[in-house]
Structure formats: C-alpha cells, structure tokens
C-alpha cells in the first residue's frame, strides 16, 4: 500500500491546531509523539465503559480489562518480531525496562572489575543505572567513541569487549543525530550478552529481535504514538532464568506466608501491582495503528523527510549538524554560532514551529562534539515536506536576527 500522509496526518487531531497564530510544525516527536485518534478513543473507552482492575477478579469488567490488557503482550511480540509473548514483559517505558535488567539481572551477577560496554551515544536511561553498578558494586564502565560523522563503528565496540565483560548496552538509534547502530553486527560478533535501547528505533524502522540476536530490547510507549507511561522490554527466555525479581508485591507472586514467598512465572514476576492497564492498552491500539500503515512504509516516507532535510540543512553553511551519518533517521541536532540552542528553539516556537533545545538526555555526546546544548529536528511518519521547508525557513529567520 501506499503512504498518504495528509491521510495519517487527518488522524492526529493535534497538527490541525496553531500556536502563536500559526499552523502547528510538530518537530519534537523524538522527545514524544503525537497521539492518533484511534488511541485517544481507546483510552477514552477504557475508563468509561471498560475500566477495573486485571487479573485479580472474576466479574465481567475485569475479565473484560484482562483480556484487552493481555493482548497487548502479543501486539508487542508481533511488532518485534518475538518468538514467544511470555517474553515481553511491560514496562512504564524503556528506562523501567533497563532498570529491570541492571537490577534484575546485572547486579546479582557483576563483580567488581567486570565491565559493561557503551557507546558515547547513549542516552542518559542507558547510562545512569550503569553508573549504579559502577558506584555500589565497582563495575567498569568501557565506553566507545562514534565515527566523525556520529556513526558506530561496530568493529570498535567489539573491540572494546574483553575477558570482563558482561554485558554490552548500545543503542539501536541515536536520539540526537539519529544514527542507525548495526546491532545485528554486534550481537553476531560476540558471546557476551547484548542490551539494546530501541526507544528511537522502533518508532522508524521495521524491527526483529530474533534477527538482531540481542539478549534484550526495550521502547517506550510515548514514542510509538501511545501514551506515557507505557512501555515494554522484549527478554530472552534464557536471560529471565537468571533474573531475580526487580519490584516486590501483587501479581508477581505464586503464594506468600510469614516466613517464605514463591514468585509467578516470568512475565509477572517481573510486574508488580496494579499495572497501567489503560497505558499498555492504548499503546497496543498505537503498534496495531503503525502495523497497519507498515513499518516499511513509514520508514520509507521518512527517509524522503531525512533527505530532503539533510539538502536543505547542507545550504545552510552556517548551520553545524552533529553526526550526519548515512544511515541516520530524520533527526537533526544543530548548532548555529551567535545563537544558543534556547534562542533558535523560541525564536521557532514564535512561528509555530517545535523542536527540542538542550543536551537531549545525552551529555556524553555533547561534551564528545564540544558543545552544551544542540536544537533537534525529529520528523515522524505524520511530519511533510512543506514542513521540512518551515524548518528552513525559520533557521534563516533565526540567522537573520542574530546577526
């Protein structure tokens, strides 16, 4: 089938607002998405004429929330190409997910002087609970530089695995410069267990797991034009063996007594209490919306936003784009001299135009291209061309008044 986008874009109530007297150019979707209809109706739905709590009641609203709620596990495990549902388990999003992993998973097992492997281009959620580690348990934390035009090179990260290592945790898709990482090549070239933040990345590409041959995969709801609060992370049957429990309470549990507790089976041994039933519901109704516009159609019209960006930004020889790596999504973190990234962001907003200003979550990078803060374009499968050319336009009325 073919992508329409004024189509897709008819189905965002959001894009037909202005702001500041001008039409709405949604370009922030890499810190969130926008929302489909389809979804703001099913969770509108969900708490007038569905709502209660799952799992635990024997009445028809329960039974009712259960089922649409446990249906979503097998909506994940389509889009990611997962070979069994009692591998997805939800998440609040991809940093619960990679906390479920550091705690769950890492700590029991990391001593101290065992190593895990970064890249520089990671996001603070696939930093911080690594530092955790470092901080309490003496782990090393190995990390690995980009290439000069912000691609990883996954020959150097596997050069960076040594006989310590126990885990290497690497982006699939950059939320800065929207560098696609060759993941495949990385899990293909090692033994060692391979974490993978797929927040970006599944929002712009088709994605498999099975064909990845990572250990574990995580995305976070609110990108995947679903609600905040929902997520899931994709685990290995082999790598839940190992794991303990991350949260202790309802619904992760077999039976309890004074002296002794047993634990469900995984997934709900790693989800405890009442869960974001409405949340993980919407966001199975936002995959279900992707799934059938196609991955590979959506990933196709924003490749022409992607180039059509990157001609445009080139003209501008005043603008510096950070990493403009060939294979990249349609993110574009930029730097203008005379003008901070906090100016260029509200001189656009004045025009109706968003994009985010600020270290993105990722001040390794910034620090490794030298700058404090960097304004980013991020185009979804909603955003035009015409869009792309307000961009432009707005940075030259950005240069204009700058001097």
Same mark, same amino acid.
């Given at each position: 089938m073919s992508f329409d986008v004024e189509r897709v874009r008819a189905d965002f109530p959001i894009l037909s607002r202005q702001v500041n007297g001008r039409p709405l150019v949604y370009l922030d979707s890499g810190a969130?998405?926008?929302k489909p209809r389809v979804v703001i109706d099913a969770i509108i739905e969900a708490y007038s004429s569905e709502y209660a709590n799952v799992h635990r009641g024997l009445h028809y609203l329960s039974n009712l929330a259960t089922e649409k709620y446990e249906a979503v596990r097998g909506i994940i495990a389509r889009f990611l190409h997962a070979p069994h549902e009692d591998e997805v388990i939800f998440t609040s999003g991809a940093t619960e997910g990679i906390n479920l992993v550091s705690y769950g998973w890492a700590a029991p097992r990391l001593q101290p002087g065992d190593e895990i492997v970064l890249s520089v281009l990671e996001h603070h959620a696939n930093i911080v609970p690594w *530092?955790?580690? &470092?901080? &309490?348990? #003496? @782990?090393? $934390? /190995?990390?690995?530089?980009p290439e000069p035009d912000g691609s990883l090179a996954p020959e /150097? @990260? $596997?050069?960076?695995? #040594?006989?310590r290592t126990k885990l290497v945790a690497v982006t699939h898709l950059s939320n800065v410069t929207g560098t696609v990482v060759d993941v495949a090549a990385i899990c293909a070239g090692t033994d060692v267990p391979v974490l993978v933040d797929g927040s970006q990345a599944a929002v712009h590409m088709p994605v498999d797991v099975g064909a990845i041959g990572c250990d574990f995969y995580c995305i976070t709801g609110h990108k995947l034009y679903g609600p905040s609060g929902s997520g899931a992370i994709w685990i290995s049957r082999e790598r839940q063996a190992e794991m303990r429990p991350f949260l202790g309470g309802g619904d992760m549990i077999r039976e309890v007594s004074r002296d002794a507790v047993s634990y469900a089976d995984p997934p709900l041994r790693f989800e405890a209490g009442t869960p974001g039933i409405v949340n993980q519901i919407g966001l199975g109704v936002a995959l279900d919306y992707m799934m059938g516009l196609g991955m590979e159609n959506i990933a196709a019209h924003e490749r +022409?936003? &992607?180039? *059509?960006? &990157? +001609?445009? $930004?080139r003209e501008l020889n005043w603008i510096s784009v950070q990493g403009d790596a060939p294979d990249k999504a349609a993110i574009f973190s930029m730097t203008m001299e005379g003008a901070?990234? *906090?100016?260029?962001? +509200?001189v656009l907003d004045k025009r109706g135009i968003a994009v985010r200003a600020g270290t993105h979550c990722a001040m390794p990078l910034m620090e490794h291209y030298g700058i404090t803060a960097s304004a980013r374009a991020s185009f979804a499968m909603y955003n035009t061309l015409d869009d792309v050319d307000a961009l432009i336009d707005g940075l030259v009325f950005c240069r204009e008044l700058f001097g």
């Open positions: 969130s998405a926008q *530092h955790f580690l &470092r901080e &309490r348990q #003496g @782990v090393v $934390l /190995k990390w690995v530089e /150097k @990260v $596997l050069a960076a695995i #040594g006989p +022409t936003l &992607r180039d *059509h960006a &990157r +001609t445009r $930004l901070h990234a *906090h100016d260029i962001s +509200t």
